[in-house]
């Protein structure tokens, strides 16, 4: 029997890269948690625009977000009103002034994280 090994650990620095972008010396551990609360949260609160992932990137005092999502529009919202309660709902897990950016997933139907959230979501609804 083979030895298994982590996929993404495989590929990361040759094809792919880190989703989050910083450096912390003594406080790694709350850096970490702030940013798992964060995925946690847009992932919650933004079920229904097709999530594909979330990159951290942290400079200072700033911490850009940048959400790949199939559909921007319902994230954005009407005039941009939904992307400024996003910024000050992720504004309360961290200390750092936030940055959101949207970027929108151009082919849905080749992103993995996509293609199971919709079968698991056909499966729920038991078509």
């Not at 798992?36 to 847009?42: G, N, P």
């Not at 990159?55 to 009407?78: D, F, L, M, N, Q």
């Amino acid at each position: 029997m083979g030895q298994k090994i982590n996929p993404i650990g495989l590929r990361l620095g040759i094809n792919k890269t880190w989703d989050s972008r910083w450096f912390a010396g003594e406080n790694y551990a709350d850096k970490l948690h702030e940013d798992l609360k964060i995925r946690k949260h847009v992932k919650k609160a933004l079920n229904a625009a097709g999530i594909s992932k979330v990159i951290i990137e942290r400079t200072g005092k700033k911490c850009y977000v940048s959400i790949h999502s199939a559909r921007p529009g319902i994230v954005i919202g009407k005039k941009g009103a939904d992307i400024d309660k996003v910024k000050k709902d992720i504004q309360k897990f961290t200390k750092d002034e936030v940055h959101v950016n949207i970027i929108e997933v151009r082919k849905p139907e080749l992103d993995s994280v996509l293609i199971a959230e919709g079968i698991a979501q056909q499966l729920e609804r038991r078509v």
